[in-house]
């Protein structure tokens, strides 16, 4: 599983303009496979903002970001809730251990790099989400993305008629595409809104009484 999601998120990366390093293609003993620093992501042409920063991006952020440090944490079955977070005292080893900082000194010294979280997802009620983002903020978090902006993004950005034989995720995503596996979002909303408006006019339209039943004179 882990193997499929680091794929996912580089092939978004790369997607979005950033070039992109695997700091390590091996697990050393001892250790998990989520322990470490991913991914090193740099943007060669950032656009400049004068607005703030979300905590939680989504893909049009990405523009303003320069360089990162990109972690997984691939626990697609969880919500990562404040009770998550606290009770899972290993939950940030990464941000300790030296490859981390050995990965931010890799960029040199043009500037210190974001440090972006990949979660699953975050809690859904505002006040949760909002204790869940501090406590990420607090232990030196600068942003993150969720799996399912991710994925999102990839299947919008995918065109059913073109050959991604240098992809075998993208490719996968276009033949599935192709066989009508994903719905157009859009066309959906549109579809919607006619259904919505017919009903809306049907409603307003005076209903006609039929003159053989409600007419006793006819």
Do not use: C
């Not at 790369?14 to 695997?22: A, M, P, T, Y």
């Not at 360089?67 to 697609?76: G, S, T, Y």
């Not at 941000?95 to 859904?124: D, M, N, T």
């Amino acid at each position: 599983m882990a193997a499929v999601s680091e794929t996912i998120v580089r092939e978004y990366f790369e997607l979005n303009g950033f070039l992109v390093r695997q700091l390590r293609k091996y697990v050393a003993p001892g250790s998990r496979d989520d322990d470490d620093v991913d991914f090193l992501a740099l943007n060669p042409q950032p656009q400049a903002t004068v607005t703030e920063r979300p905590f939680l991006l989504g893909s049009s952020d990405l523009v303003f970001i320069e360089r990162a440090i990109v972690i997984l944490k691939a626990w697609h079955t969880d919500v990562f809730t404040p009770a998550l977070l606290t009770n899972t005292p290993d939950f940030f080893r990464f941000l300790e251990k030296k490859a981390g900082r050995q990965a931010a000194a890799g960029f040199g010294k043009s500037g210190a790099p974001l440090k972006i979280l990949i979660v699953p997802a975050l809690p859904q009620e505002a006040q949760a989400r909002d204790q869940s983002i501090a406590i990420l903020r607090s232990k030196g978090l600068d942003a993150a993305v969720s799996f399912r902006t991710i994925l999102s993004d990839l299947v919008t950005h995918v065109e059913a008629n073109r050959n991604y034989s240098k992809s075998d995720l993208l490719q996968l995503i276009r033949i599935l595409k192709n066989y009508d596996f994903f719905k157009e979002p859009q066309l959906d909303l549109f579809r919607t809104k006619r259904k919505r408006a017919k009903k809306i006019q049907s409603a307003k339209e005076p209903t006609t009484a039929n003159p053989d039943t409600t007419n006793p004179l006819a």
